[in-house]
């Protein structure tokens, strides 16, 4: 499956300079709801990102909302498991949207559209251990870290992208004026 080329042909491929959610700085942005509002283009990340980790017996999948709602459900139904998500909490932190159970020992996979610095997804996972929740796997539609997370269970994306992202004060495009967009 060719990602990047869905999420140019979805129009979720942005260039210009943007705020990440770390409070990072980078050219690039995938915005990642533009492509999976097309059912069957989401229905087929979520396939193909399953089928990583077909060889795991996982009884539910998270993701952290809102980005991961989507992706965690369309997962979940190629695995043939229960489809979560956390909500933040108003406090820095993630909690499994009520309503939804973890039974301790529960095995789960993680899901993210994008991770970059892995705090997203880590509050999830977090908030999902909390409750008795087994980690098996993190998997990501793109991973923009250049390996600089370990969530200690494999990690698994189905797009590795070398993007520059910078702190503000190493900023280049801030130098050059080109005004920032939160997106
Ligand atoms: O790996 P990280 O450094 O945490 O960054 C990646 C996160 O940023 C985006 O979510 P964001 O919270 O911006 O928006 P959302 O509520 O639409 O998911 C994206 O969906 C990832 O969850
Ligand atoms: O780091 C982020 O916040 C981020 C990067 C990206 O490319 N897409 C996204 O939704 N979030
Ligand atoms: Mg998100």
Request: net charge negative; hydrophobic share 45%; charged share 25%.
């Given at each position: 499956?060719?990602?990047?080329?869905?999420?140019?042909?979805?129009?979720?491929?942005?260039?210009?300079?943007?705020?990440?959610?770390?409070?990072?700085?980078?050219?690039?942005?995938?915005?990642?709801?533009?492509?999976?509002?097309?059912?069957?283009?989401?229905?087929?990340?979520?396939?193909?990102?399953?089928?990583?980790?077909?060889?795991?017996?996982?009884?539910?999948?998270?993701?952290?909302?809102?980005?991961?709602?989507?992706?965690?459900?369309?997962?979940?139904?190629?695995?043939?498991?229960?489809?979560?998500?956390a909500?933040?909490?108003?406090?820095?932190?993630?909690v499994?949207?009520?309503?939804?159970?973890?039974?301790?020992?529960?095995?789960?996979l993680?899901?993210?559209?994008?991770v970059?610095?892995?705090e997203?997804?880590?509050?999830?996972?977090?908030?999902?251990?909390?409750?008795?929740?087994?980690?098996?796997?993190?998997?990501a539609?793109?991973?923009?870290?250049?390996?600089?997370?370990?969530?200690?269970?494999?990690?698994?994306?189905?797009?590795?992208?070398?993007?520059?992202?910078?702190?503000?004060?190493?900023?280049?495009?801030?130098?050059?004026?080109?005004?920032?967009?939160?997106v």
């Open positions: 499956m060719d990602v990047l080329e869905l999420y140019r042909r979805t129009g979720a491929l942005l260039e210009g300079h943007f705020l990440l959610r770390s409070g990072l700085h980078s050219p690039l942005f995938l915005q990642s709801a533009a492509l999976l509002q097309h059912p069957l283009y989401a229905e087929a990340v979520g396939e193909a990102l399953a089928k990583l980790f077909e060889e795991e017996r996982v009884d539910f999948v998270i993701a952290p909302a809102i980005g991961g709602v989507v992706l965690s459900f369309v997962v979940a139904k190629a695995l043939g498991a229960r489809a979560l998500f909500e933040k909490d108003g406090g820095g932190g993630m499994i949207r009520k309503g939804l159970t973890v039974n301790p020992g529960d095995r789960f993680a899901v993210e559209d994008v970059t610095t892995g997203s997804v880590r509050k999830a996972i977090r908030a999902a251990e909390a409750l008795g929740g087994v980690l098996v796997g993190v998997g539609i793109v991973d923009r870290s250049k390996g600089r997370v370990d969530f200690g269970v494999p990690f698994r994306a189905l797009l590795a992208l070398e993007v520059p992202q910078y702190p503000e004060e190493a900023c280049p495009l801030c130098r050059e004026g080109v005004s920032l967009e939160e």
